[in-house]
């Protein structure tokens, strides 16, 4: 089977299709945005094999939220992640002093190597004032895909280089004082149509996984407009060390299926993650899109068939 066609649109997007449905997969795109909602590289519409879109784009309760993309919502004061900014016992607040952004600089790789597409691209990361606090080597790959389960996965990998003379602090609103608020890192914003979506780990489901620890979580939510349903996996990859029992800094997931889909493998949740000066931050997921509504039984299998 041939593999994925990347076209890149200079300036703007690199789309990743699938010859043999000639559904695009995604787009990612990477043009600058609107300052206040923190620009920074996302992907959307992230698409399934059969063509149904399962991100959103600049929803109207939140328009800094853009498919899937990777944030940083309190980073050493400031609000990688757009919009308004939490401040303990003020709420949020409007504060465009601190909302930054993440640059692109250059892709090293856009190709395909047999069955896999490879966008490998450097950013730069910047608080409002331009300053360089890190640079960033991201690689998206996008692989496995098959016809026969309606499945096809992404692989995320990045890795995060302190370029201040002081620690960078990455924390949450959970850290700044708001309970259950736990999200940064890589964010994926569901369709509208997911909501109430059925939530699933190893070993519990449901809302209640918000704030809690597993090697994998997964979103299954039903479309609008065409029948069905789409499952999202969020995997850890096993570098990851998202337990912290090998001395990195412990992962917990924010997930949430009301008032909107999100889900986001939190690398700051309860504890502030501390990056020294010249210190890398590196983590690896696995996102597999799937048409249908995937039980427990059937992400364990193929997250067991396909390993890292």
């Not at 201040?164 to 609103?173: A, I």
């Not at 299954?220 to 407009?225: F, N, P, Y």
Request: charged share 20%; hydrophobic share 40%.
């Amino acid at each position: 089977m041939s593999g994925p066609r990347i076209v890149h649109a200079h300036g703007d997007r690199v789309t990743v299709t699938d010859p043999v449905t000639g559904v695009e997969l995604l787009s990612y795109v990477y043009r600058p945005e609107a300052a206040w909602e923190a620009s920074r590289p996302y992907i959307h519409p992230l698409r399934t094999l059969a063509g149904e879109v399962v991100t959103d784009y600049r929803p109207n309760d939140h328009r800094w939220h853009k498919g899937l993309s990777l944030t940083a919502s309190h980073l050493s004061g400031a609000n990688l992640w757009g919009g308004n900014s939490y401040v303990h016992g003020r709420g949020y607040l409007a504060l465009p002093e601190r909302v930054g952004s993440m640059a692109h600089v250059a892709f090293d790789e856009v190709a395909v190597h047999d069955d896999r597409a490879v966008i490998a691209e450097r950013l730069t990361w910047h608080p409002h004032n331009g300053d360089l606090w890190a640079d960033e080597e991201r690689r998206v790959e996008v692989h496995d895909v098959d016809p026969e389960s309606g499945s096809w996965a992404l692989t995320w990998s990045s890795a995060i280089t302190n370029r201040c003379e002081e620690p960078l602090r990455f924390g949450s609103p959970t850290t700044a004082g708001r309970e259950l608020a736990g999200y940064t890192g890589l964010f994926w914003r569901g369709p509208r149509a997911f909501r109430d979506g059925v939530i699933v780990a190893p070993e519990a489901e449901g809302p209640t996984l918000m704030g809690r620890q597993a090697p994998w979580l997964a979103y299954s939510g039903e479309h609008d407009g065409a029948d069905g349903h789409a499952t999202l996996v969020f995997a850890h990859a096993p570098e990851n060390d998202h337990l912290g029992a090998g001395g990195a800094h412990p992962a917990h997931w924010f997930v949430r299926n009301e008032p909107f889909a999100a889900v986001a493998p939190s690398w700051a949740f309860y504890d502030e993650l501390e990056l020294a000066p010249g210190d890398t931050l590196t983590r690896r997921y696995r996102v597999v899109v799937a048409d249908g509504a995937w039980r427990r039984e059937e992400i364990a299998g193929y997250l067991a068939a396909h390993p890292w």
